[in-house]
């Protein structure tokens, strides 16, 4: 009996196999005609692709050049500027940490761990911050708050020239004060706060976290990542400042600034907020290439484990990437971006398909990275949308994302049939 069911378990295993190749060539050609189609139509110069289903890699291609002069082809080892991802694979992956170390409770006031917030924004919650839910105000402009009714900069804050005091360079031709970041925080202090706790997405929080790892740890937040998190995964280009470590032939250039530093923005961070902290914050300033960001996102969906080594336990993952208000229509959960919690084909980064229980992030770049437990899938799209500018939205008018992780749901259900149960988990 026992070698009956080898033996059908492996013809269900070949007949998969052999169903995976056949349906593999359209999902290609699906894939391949939208990004034409969005290159064509200048929704981004280029990207990566990336998926996996139980624990392998079933599909990882790079489309397109570094920028629309076509001088440089990406590569599938490219690293891009993964925006607000950084939020969860920076921020949201330190507090897991400390939360589970019982350093932290989610239903504390942030205030309680960082001093000098007010009594207002002080009084926030971690769970409401990092689910969006505590009123906190969007963004703040940190660049432009920093420059006087003549345009001018205000002093101890930006300079044209580089000297002792003003020695750190936004770009060839800005340098900062010395250390920035109490400014942006008497800034987060001084903002609005709506009084009404509805689903409201600010990037503030973020901002304040690097803080709150040095406060309660003694260690730079980066090196908190890298110590818990980024080099026993041996992710060697998720990191901040990555033109410290890489060639700039490698580094896909995001946008071509025309407000603030004047200049191509390659190999720092995109984020003005985050470039006026040195490029590292919770808020934005990871750079990633897509099998990096995919390993992490693997380690999460394998309930916090890969390659023997436990890293985060199943009920932080779970508590974490679950929506935490919603009654309250907010489908976000603790750091994570969740599915809607009614589908939107207009507004919706991800596909119809993904279940409720599978999480990830958008970066304003035009990246996303997502996870779903209940398929076993990982699906992540690196590129640069932003560049030449900000103002390019055709990645959105297209659909470009959610269409093509919907394709890669349609893969499956042609390889499992609606009636089966999924393909045999190999972890």
């Known amino acids: 009996m026992q070698k009956l069911r080898h033996t059908l378990f492996m013809l269900f295993f070949f007949a998969i196999v052999f169903a995976q190749g056949q349906g593999y060539e359209l999902l290609k050609q699906r894939i391949d005609s939208v990004v034409t189609e969005a290159i064509q139509a200048e929704a981004f110069p280029g990207c990566v692709i990336y998926a996996s289903l139980a624990d392998s890699m079933i599909y990882l291609k790079s489309f397109g050049h570094h920028t629309y002069d076509s001088t440089r082809r990406v590569a599938v080892n490219d690293i891009y500027d993964l925006a607000s991802i950084t939020k969860v694979a920076g921020g949201t992956m330190a507090l897991m940490k400390l939360y589970e170390d019982g350093r932290i409770s989610l239903d504390d006031p942030i205030g309680d761990y960082i001093d000098k917030l007010g009594r207002k924004v002080g009084r926030v919650t971690f769970r409401e911050a990092l689910a969006h839910q505590g009123g906190l105000y969007p963004w703040i402009p940190y660049h432009s708050e920093v420059k ?96 410290e470590k890489f060639s700039l032939h490698q580094i896909v250039p995001t946008e071509i600034d025309t407000f603030f530093r004047m200049e191509k923005i390659h190999g720092n961070v995109h984020d003005e907020g985050a470039i006026m902290m040195k490029g590292i914050s919770a808020n934005a300033g990871l750079f990633s290439n897509a099998e990096d960001i995919a390993a992490l996102f693997q380690m999460l969906l394998n309930d916090g484990k890969l390659d023997s080594v436990q890293y985060l336990s199943q009920q932080t993952i779970r508590l974490f990437t679950t929506a935490q208000y919603p009654n309250n229509e907010n489908r976000r959960g603790l750091g994570f971006d969740k599915p809607l919690l009614e589908y939107d084909s207009i507004r919706s980064s991800v596909a119809k398909s993904a279940s409720f229980e599978s999480y990830g992030h958008t970066g304003y770049t035009g990246t996303l990275a997502w996870a779903d437990p209940a398929n076993d899938l990982i699906f992540i799209f690196l590129t640069n949308r932003v560049y030449p500018s900000r103002t390019y939205r055709a990645i959105y008018d297209l659909n470009v994302r959610p269409t093509i992780h919907q394709f890669l749901y349609d893969y499956l259900d042609g390889v499992l049939g609606e009636n089966t149960e999924p393909v045999p988990n190999s972890k």
């Open 148 to 243: 006087r009714r003549n345009g001018k900069f205000r002093s101890k804050t930006i300079s044209t020239n580089l000297d002792e005091e003003y020695n750190y360079p936004l770009g060839d031709s800005l340098y900062l004060h010395g250390e920035f970041y109490s400014k942006i925080k008497k800034m987060i202090r001084k903002s609005e706060l709506s009084e009404d706790k509805t689903y409201r997405y600010s990037g503030l929080f973020f901002y304040l976290i690097p803080e709150l790892i040095k406060n309660l740890t003694d260690t730079l937040y980066q090196d908190y990542l890298s110590a818990h998190f980024y080099d026993p995964l041996g992710v060697r280009t998720l990191t901040f400042n990555p033109r």
